[in-house]
Nanobody, 122 residues
């Protein structure tokens, strides 16, 4: 009965901002690392960002660095991805994922949401 539900995606113009939300019911939320990944049609799933169990440490892909911010609220069992200065190449389905250890490798993650679509027009 693990639930991870992403929301906040949409269709925006280049330069716009979106905040993605990953709401969960995970009992172990506070003991899990969370990552955001994205996948565009015809492309492999791509790491975007990761945050440690208490939000102290974060790591971003080169494309996300300086534009995206990952955060978490352990009381609400929710993870966020603030995306600024969006570009057309950011267009993808964005998914949150949870894992008990640090990894940026998608297949190593234990839990996944369904994803939310982000479309950025030129």
């Amino acid at each position: 009965q693990v639930q991870m539900v992403e929301s906040g995606g949409g269709v925006v113009q280049a330069g716009a901002s979106l905040r993605l939300t990953c709401a969960t019911n995970l009992r172990s939320f506070g003991r899990l690392y969370f990552g955001w990944f994205r996948q565009a049609p015809g492309k492999e799933r791509e790491f975007v960002a990761i945050i440690d169990v208490n939000g102290s440490n974060k790591h971003y892909s080169d494309s996300a660095k300086g534009r995206f911010t990952i955060s978490r609220d352990n009381d609400k069992k929710t993870v966020y991805l603030q995306m600024n200065s969006l570009k057309p190449e950011d267009t993808a389905a964005y998914s949150c994922a949870a894992n008990p250890t640090f990894t940026i490798v998608a297949f190593e993650y234990d839990y996944w949401g369904q994803g939310t679509q982000v479309t950025v027009s030129s």
